[in-house]
C-alpha cells in the first residue's frame, strides 16, 4: 500500500513530530465541530478513548474527501479524570479550576490515532498516559498562571508540558509522543506493516 500519506490536523507540534520523523506528508485542517460531535457519546456514557477515536475518525473523514488514494492520519485526544472528561479551558478562572482539581490526582490523556483510505478505516489505535499532578495551592495556581499567560488556554489541562507546566507534575507514566497527542511509534510500526514507509 504505498500511498502518500495526508495528516488531517492543523498542529504544528502534529506536523513537526512527523517531520522530524523524515516523512513525507500534505497537512490540512479538519473542519469538524468537535462539540456537537462529543456531547452525545458523552451523555451516552462513551470512554474517554472512545469519543478520542470518534473525533480522530471525523477529522481524517473530513480530509479524506479532497485526497482520493492517499492514507489519511487522523488524530486527536481526550483527557479525564475518573468519570470527568474535560476541554479547553474558556478563560483564566476555568483554567485555574481545571488546575486545582487535578491537585494531587492522576488523570489521563488518551490519545487516538485512525488511518483511513477512502471510506475505509484501516486502522485504529489508542495509547494513554497517566500524568500525576503534585499537591498544589491556590496562590501557586494564580502564580503559574500569570507567567504562562494566555498559553494556559490552548490545552484540554491548561498546562504545556514541554514548558513550565512540567512543574505541575510529580509522576508522568506514559511516551512523550501520546502526551503530545500522536503516538508516534505504534503509527510507524503501522505504515511500515501497510508498506508506505521504507520497513
Do not use: C
Amino acid at each position: 500500500m504505498n500511498l502518500s500519506l495526508v495528516l488531517a490536523s492543523a498542529s504544528p507540534f502534529r506536523r513537526a513530530l512527523l517531520e522530524n520523523a523524515g516523512l513525507v506528508f500534505e497537512a490540512k485542517a479538519a473542519k469538524i465541530d468537535e462539540r456537537t460531535l462529543e456531547k452525545p457519546l458523552e451523555e451516552a456514557g462513551a470512554a474517554p478513548e472512545t469519543v478520542a477515536l470518534a473525533l480522530a475518525e471525523a477529522k481524517a473523514r473530513d480530509v479524506a474527501r479532497h485526497y482520493g488514494e492517499a492514507l489519511v492520519i487522523g488524530s486527536d485526544q481526550t483527557m479525564s479524570l475518573e468519570a470527568r472528561v474535560y476541554h479547553k479551558p474558556k478563560d483564566m478562572a476555568e483554567a485555574a479550576r481545571h488546575l486545582l482539581s487535578l491537585s494531587g490526582k492522576t488523570h489521563r490523556l488518551n490519545s487516538a490515532i485512525v488511518l483511513l483510505h477512502g471510506e475505509e478505516v484501516v486502522w485504529r489505535h489508542v495509547s494513554s498516559a497517566h500524568m500525576t499532578v503534585r499537591p498544589l495551592t491556590a496562590a501557586f495556581v494564580d502564580r503559574h498562571l500569570q507567567r504562562v499567560g494566555e498559553k494556559a488556554l490552548s490545552s484540554v489541562g491548561a498546562y504545556q508540558l514541554e514548558g513550565e507546566g512540567i512543574q505541575l507534575f510529580e509522576k508522568i507514566e506514559g511516551d512523550y509522543f501520546t502526551i503530545l497527542g500522536l503516538p508516534m511509534l505504534p503509527l510507524l510500526a503501522k505504515l511500515r506493516e501497510l508498506g508506505t514507509i521504507d520497513a
